[in-house]
């Protein structure tokens, strides 16, 4: 990977990264090229401190990334540094004026930009945080202005430059700026570029969904065989339990953004559930976990067999085990799944998890918070499946129901949360972005329909994505994805059903569907190959409306128009 210029073409397949600062920028173009070490992404840094100039011109870029100074970006904060007096609201309208363009700049690219930090100076010191006088207070104004101002534009996103500085006795370096025009020290730069790659990886869908947990000196103290469920340290008045329930805290705020929890430990499964269900301090309980698996063997087996039950990819998970030989047992057996080094001290256990910033994401849904539930509910599903004798009594009493919905407003976060996450169940596994995939849909010839999917044990919300297109009669099916927990219901055929349907509405005669494999989606193959379409090559298939093709039995289809 290299750092260009911005003039230059992207090829195929490549997305280009560009940097754009008030400042010599390019010493975090060094520590991100070896951060991002795909070879898809290139990163180009625009021309020295033309920021505007540099937004405002088109160019082929996947991400901008915008990291500026306030007093250089903001000529009214440069007066207020130098302790003059100004109107707040002046500046806050300059504010104004470096957001709209970012907005402009956004229309089909992402945008993250670097919240301001304040420089070093003592401002108006013990009146620093006054109101209309102070410079934190005015800085604090401008970050919130900047962020109001962009937030309805979800591809565009404010990073915690702050954080990057901590830690660092002095971040700044004036001799650097004054040799260089460099601001801050090397260790700066690192931070704020693992803080961008994780960002990256979360609007490339990339993060981590799945933490799977130990028991035992994990989630609680002590062995729970040894002391049983009354005697591990778990909150009360004990330094070690209180950090043991800090960190089942902080597990939970992570669920409830979406990352969902399992347990693999070695224990017996009845005497674990009890400690869970029956020990008052316990913060997570049994409807937390998307599965588990709790007895005598292999971590390394039962984790494969756990996110085969929660249909995600090892790529997905995160494994933590305080016992070291476990660790590397599992790293050693399923590289995708990362396990981390893990301290042997519990009060290290929350600002651990904290440091692993592999789950962050670039939106969160409904269906994100409730996840949890609809796995409980998924367990429910397939009990009454092992205790009905055949797959179409299953089905039968399941009672699933698909619903159609324009692309609008209300859900275009989650379908592009879809587009950019789903990865087994996904025909042409294209990464849209929301601006683009308005644009795709905003045309006569081409239909986009989200799919969510409901059955008497409750919705499973948003879960996929249908979009067509038609030439001269000839339809396509463009895209065909679908989270993998609701496959193997007929659900699949009811989509290609509705994509035949939006297109005999478009005019057209027949249908192709073009099967792009990459090394994750080849179930979608197998969807195609056993769905009754027409094998018309290697990779491609179709229906002739002529010959028709029949709505699947067990599934009910809903239209909603607005």
Known sequence: MATRSIKMKKSEDQKIISIISDFNIVPLSGHLKNKLKHPKFVIETAPYGQVYQSLARS?????DIVWTLPERILPGFNKALQCVQVKHEDILTEVDDFAE???RASTQKYIFVAAWHLPVSKGYGILDWQDGLGLSSLLTKCNLRL??????????????AHSWMEGIKQPISKKLWYATKVPYVSDVFEAAAESIQQSVYAINGKSRRLIIVDLDNTLWGGVLGETGWQGVRLGGHDHVGEAFKDFQLALKALSNRGVQLAISSKNDEAVAMEAIENHPEMVLKKEDFAGWRINWNDKAANIAELVNEINLGFESIVFI??????????????HEVLVPEWPKDPAMYVETLHSLCCFDTSTITNEDRVRTAMYVSERNRQSIKQNVGSNDDWLRKLGT?????????????RVTQIFNKTNQLNLSTRRLSEQEIISWGDQETRSMMAISVSDQFGDMGLVGIVSVEVSDAKGRLID???????????VEEML?????????KLGAKTMEVVYKPTNRNRPTLRVLEEAKLEKTGAQKFGVNFELGYGKPEFVELNFVSE
């Open 321 to 334: 085990d305080d016992n070291p030989a476990e660790r590397g047992r599992v790293s050693d057996a399923l």
């Open 147 to 160: 962020s109001a101002k962009i937030s309805a534009h979800n591809n565009i996103f404010m990073l915690p």
């Open 101 to 103: 363009s970012l907005i």
């Open 59 to 63: 160019s082929d870029s996947w991400l």
């Open 496 to 504: 290609i059903y509705l994509a035949v349907s939006e297109l005999k």
């Open 480 to 490: 065909f994805i679908l989270s993998c927990r609701v496959m193997g219901r007929r």
């Open 401 to 413: 129901s698909v619903t159609a919905l324009p692309v609008n407003s209300n859900n275009i976060s």
